[in-house]
């Protein structure tokens, strides 16, 4: 399982997840990335803050961040860099996700061809 950060999105997430520590003995914080079904394409990215794995999560660690993945959602995203980048007219993270066959115009969600790298429907 593969998932990568660029320098600019790890820079970005690190400095997110100290802000978002609190007190003495704040646990320190990793994001979860996930493959939710929704979106104009089928799946769409979920992406949000926790302090410990759920039991089924892969641990990927990169430039002292840590990111969950649960299994369901290792197969669509494995291999994705997330980027962060930051305009006038967009702001955000960005997902390149070499699983995806198409993507929505905004670049939030993806369709992964028969759904899974391993034939499995979507909506189960």
Known sequence: MTISLTETAAKRLS?????TATGE????KGIRVSAKDGGCNGYEYAMNTTSKPAADDLVV?????????????APLL????????EG?????????????TSTCG???????????P???PCGD
């Open 25 to 28: 003995n704040a646990n320190p």
């Open 88 to 100: 006038m007219m967009e702001s955000g993270f960005k997902f390149t996700n070499p699983n995806a």
């Open 61 to 73: 660690k990169q430039d002292g961040i840590t990111i969950y993945v649960d299994a369901k959602s």
């Open 15 to 19: 400095s997110f997840l100290q802000d």
């Open 106 to 116: 905004c670049g939030k969600s993806f369709e992964a061809g028969d759904c899974t």
């Open 118 to 120: 391993s034939g499995t």
């Open 78 to 85: 494995d291999g994705m860099v997330i980027d962060f980048i």
